[in-house]
């Protein structure tokens, strides 16, 4: 049995590692499920053997040289040994200089070029937004099918099967580790952007279940929005996501409280929030604004990122620059319009303008714009209760609250319908 200290160990080294490692067994196996087994039954020997022997000097190369050589080892005893070995030798040498494996320092650029084809590969398009999510999760973020299930609230035999469906499509696709160019690498990368995105928004605001935010989803996705910004130095979009997830996700200490209650963003203490984070998401911030001013093109997640930055400045709710907030709305909606965006524009200019202002905003949606989500009630409820017209406000936040699948946002919403209702 591993003591604390080693198995915290081990558990960093595989979060650290694990896409690095699954990257280089998949482009030298080209089989993704083949890498995935190599890669965990290096960490099943690192979980048997650190405790006695200790933590190795370097733990990724250690895991590294352990999976290829039980890599080395099956293809030996494979039908298809000639052709596997062939491949693996041309990628890493004979069989006997992959038993021998050099240090990973010496290699760092080429495993970092790994890691960056492997998020490409999980954001295939053969596959679907939810199985590129929990691909991407499970390969580059290197968490369980367990913990993939818990974050996303279906059971474990169902995550299990959509990562198989997902790792299969990719089989029958013919997929390979490859980056992509030109177009379809601008189009696959703002398929990672969004997975991405999409795993910190489920853990800034849990769609279902009882709890109002899984800071373990925010942190990965806030961890993974970091190495692609490593990785594809030199594209805005991709600061401009780090600096949205971490400017956003700095406010989460402060999103419930001692009980576990959601606490809405006027009435946050913000000294909870994580100046560490705030600080990260400004300086993630100027890294985009910088590629921008040589002339390369910026969309919604730095213009998400510098709506973000003006809350992280503000020092109280009520310095809140909201007019400045509005404008940046105003060229989100043209750089990428939608229902949601609409929804937090009506908001600004609520505040910047005044509540009628915020509710045009909202009547010019379609009538069945996001009509499964509460989340038009709930600003529309906020909107009427700003005007002085509390009976309409309390009937939209009861509307938003049967709409929510989410127990604490429920309890809130039903707790702003009784304060409306008392005017």
């Excluded at 990628?91 to 200089?97: L, R």
């Excluded at 928004?201 to 009882?210: I, K, L, W």
């Excluded at 949205?244 to 809405?264: I, K, N, W, Y």
Aim: proline share 5%; net charge negative; glycine share 8%.
């Amino acid at each position: 049995m591993a003591d604390a200290t080693t198995a915290d160990a081990i558990t960093a080294t595989w979060r650290d590692e694990s896409a690095r490692l699954v990257g280089a067994l998949v482009r030298m196996t080209r089989d993704v499920d083949l890498a995935e087994d190599l890669a965990q039954d290096a960490l099943v020997a690192a979980l048997e053997q650190w405790p006695d022997r200790g933590v190795p000097d370097n733990p990724g190369a250690w895991l590294m040289t352990t999976a290829k050589r039980r890599g080395i080892d099956q293809i030996r005893r494979a039908a298809t040994l000639r052709r596997k070995t062939e491949e693996i030798g041309h990628a890493a040498g004979t069989a006997e200089e992959v038993s021998a494996m050099p240090d990973l320092d010496s290699q760092v650029d080429h495993i970092e070029d790994d890691v960056l084809r492997l998020i490409f590969l999980c954001c295939h398009p053969a596959l679907t937004p939810e199985s590129r999510a929990a691909l991407t999760l499970r390969l580059v973020g290197g968490l369980t099918t367990d913990e993939i299930a818990r974050g996303f609230l279906v059971p474990s035999a169902t995550m299990g099967q959509r990562i198989s469906r997902a790792k299969r499509t990719l089989a029958e696709a013919g997929a390979e580790l490859e980056l992509p160019t030109g177009p379809e690498r601008t189009r696959r990368l703002d398929d990672v952007m969004a997975v991405v995105y999409l795993v910190f928004t489920e853990g800034y605001v849990a769609t279902a279940g009882d709890d109002w935010t899984r800071p373990d989803l925010a942190a990965e996705a806030i961890r993974l929005a970091r190495l692609l910004a490593d990785l594809a130095p030199g594209e805005p979009e991709v600061h401009g996501l780090q600096a949205l997830l971490e400017l956003q996700g700095s406010r989460l200490p402060a999103r419930t409280d001692a009980d576990g209650a959601p606490v809405l963003l006027d009435d946050q203490d913000r000294s909870r929030w994580d100046r560490l984070l705030v600080r990260r998401g400004l300086t993630a911030l100027r890294r985009a604004e910088e590629i921008a001013a040589r002339g390369v093109p910026v969309g919604r997640y730095y213009l998400q990122a510098a709506i973000a930055a003006e809350h992280a400045r503000a020092e109280t709710a009520e310095a809140t620059d909201w007019r400045r907030i509005a404008r940046l709305y105003d060229v989100l909606a043209d750089a990428a319009p939608g229902p949601v965006v609409e929804v937090n524009r009506a908001v600004a200019h609520g505040r910047a303008t005044g509540p009628a202002a915020g509710l045009a905003v909202l009547e010019a949606l379609p009538a069945d714009a996001l009509r499964d989500s509460p989340l038009v009630p709930s600003v529309r409820g906020d909107l009427l209760g700003r005007a002085g017209r509390h009976a309409e406000a309390a009937a939209a936040f009861e509307e938003a609250a049967r709409r929510t699948r989410n127990a604490g946002e429920r309890i809130l919403l039903e707790r702003r319908a009784a304060d409306a209702r008392r005017g």
